[in-house]
C-alpha cells in the first residue's frame, strides 16, 4: 500500500510540518474555518451555488452561510450514496456552482461513478472527509478522488490535535489567496494547549485496554462536549476564521499522519468490521459494507426503529457506552430516515475511537439486546 494521505512531496522528516505534509495541503484553526475560507474563495472566483448533503454537521451549514454562498441540498440514500440525480436536475451553470461531497462515516458514497457523471458536467467536486479521513477504495485515498478535500482534527475526531482542520486542493490561486488570508496564527489559550496535549496523547500513546485508557476516554468526551458549547458560543466570532493553526499543533498532526499510515488505519477498519459482524448477526440494519473499502471513521453508523430510539440510548448507558445521532439536533435539516416493512428507521451510530476489547463486548451485547427486544 502506498503513501496514501499526501498528494505530493511524501512526509520526509527534519523540516517544516507544511513541507512535509506537502504544498497542496493546507492547515487551518477548525475545520469550519477551512471551508469558510475555500466557500470565499469560491465566491470571489464566480461559483456562488454549493450543493451540500441536507444529512451533515450545522458547522458546514453555519460556514458556507457566513461565506455568503446559496446553499442547494442534496440527499443521502440508505448506504450514505450521494443521491447525485437532483444535482444534476438542479444544475444550471456548472462554472457558478460546486459540490462538497459528504464521505459519511466512512462511506465514499460514490454509486455507479457518480462523481465521474459529476465531473462529465465540468462541475467541481470537493470531499467532505471529516468522518472519512484516511478511509480507502480499491487502495486509493479518498483525498485523492476529489479536486480538493477537508479534513478536521477536532477532538471527536479519529485523528485529533484538539482542534484543527485542513485542506487538500491543488491550485496556485488557493495558495496565494491562503497566504494572504493566513498572515497570523491563532492565539493558544493554557486550556486549549492541555486540551492539545491531551487529545494527541490520547490518540497515540496508550494501549486502548488500559485503565489509564478508560480514564482518559471519559475526559475526552467532556472535552468533546466543552468544545460543543464553546463553537457555539463562538460561531459568530470572525476573529477564529482563516487563522492558521501552532506550530506545536503541526508536530501533532504530522505525528498522528505516520501513526495512521502505519497502524491506525487498519486497526480502525478492523473495528469497523468486527462492529458490522455483530450487527449483522443480529439483524441490525447498516449501510452495506463494500469489500473494496478500508474504513477509517470514527462513528459506525447503524438504524434504530423510529419511537424507540430513547429504548436504545437507555440499553446503551445500561452497558456503559455511548450511542449518539450526530446530525439529527440539527433543526434546519433532515433527519435520515428511511421506511422498509411500513415502518420508519432513523440513523444512529456508536463510537470507533480507541476500542478496548471490554467495549467491542458491550457492542456485541447491545445489539443483541436491541434485537431481541424488537428496536
Known amino acids: 500500500m502506498t503513501n496514501s494521505l499526501l498528494w505530493k512531496g511524501g512526509i520526509t522528516s527534519g523540516r517544516g510540518a507544511e513541507k512535509e505534509l506537502g504544498e497542496d495541503f493546507y492547515l487551518y484553526e477548525s475545520c469550519r474555518s477551512a471551508i469558510y475560507s475555500f466557500s470565499m474563495f469560491q465566491i470571489r472566483q464566480g461559483r456562488v451555488d454549493v450543493y451540500v448533503a441536507s444529512f451533515t454537521c450545522d458547522a458546514v451549514i453555519d460556514a458556507l452561510k457566513d461565506s455568503g454562498a446559496r446553499i442547494r441540498f442534496y440527499e443521502l440514500d440508505i448506504d450514505f450514496n450521494v443521491q447525485v440525480e437532483s444535482i444534476l436536475e438542479s444544475s444550471i451553470d456548472p462554472d457558478r456552482e460546486w459540490v462538497l461531497w459528504q464521505c459519511t462515516m466512512g462511506h465514499l458514497g460514490d454509486h455507479n461513478g457518480s462523481i465521474k457523471r459529476l465531473r462529465d458536467r465540468n462541475m467541481m467536486v470537493f470531499g467532505d472527509l471529516a468522518l472519512s479521513f484516511g478511509s480507502l477504495v480499491s487502495d486509493k485515498a479518498y483525498v485523492d478522488i476529489f479536486d ?9 475526531k479519529l485523528l485529533s490535535a484538539g482542534w484543527g482542520g485542513g485542506f487538500f486542493y491543488r491550485s496556485k490561486p488557493y495558495k496565494e489567496y491562503y497566504e494572504m488570508l493566513n498572515s497570523v496564527a491563532a492565539m493558544s489559550s493554557f486550556l486549549r494547549y492541555i486540551q492539545e496535549r491531551f487529545c494527541f496523547y490520547y490518540h497515540s500513546r496508550f494501549d486502548c485496554n488500559s485503565s489509564v485508557h478508560a480514564m482518559f476516554d471519559l475526559l475526552r468526551k467532556g472535552l468533546t462536549l466543552f468544545n460543543l458549547f464553546r463553537r457555539s458560543a463562538e460561531s459568530n466570532n470572525p476573529t477564529n476564521i482563516g487563522l492558521k493553526i501552532g506550530f506545536l499543533q503541526e508536530r501533532s498532526i504530522l505525528m498522528l499522519l505516520h501513526d495512521l499510515e502505519n497502524r491506525r488505519r487498519l486497526e480502525v477498519n478492523k473495528s469497523y468490521e468486527e462492529v458490522y459482524g455483530y450487527a449483522q448477526k443480529y439483524g441490525i440494519i447498516t449501510p452495506k459494507m463494500m469489500e473494496s473499502v478500508t474504513y477509517c471513521t470514527p462513528r459506525f453508523p447503524f438504524y434504530v426503529e423510529c419511537g424507540k430510539v430513547e429504548e436504545a440510548i437507555d440499553c446503551s448507558k445500561s452497558l456503559g457506552i455511548v450511542v449518539g445521532d450526530w446530525f439529527q439536533n440539527n433543526n434546519t435539516f433532515s433527519e435520515l430516515i428511511f421506511t422498509r416493512n411500513k415502518k420508519k428507521y432513523v440513523c444512529m ?27
Open 349 to 375: 451510530n456508536l463510537s470507533l475511537i480507541r476500542l478496548s476489547d471490554k467495549t467491542l463486548k458491550s457492542y456485541d451485547v447491545f445489539f443483541n439486546k436491541i434485537a431481541s427486544s424488537a428496536i
Open 148 to 156: 480538493g478535500a477537508f479534513v478536521s482534527f477536532e477532538c471527536s
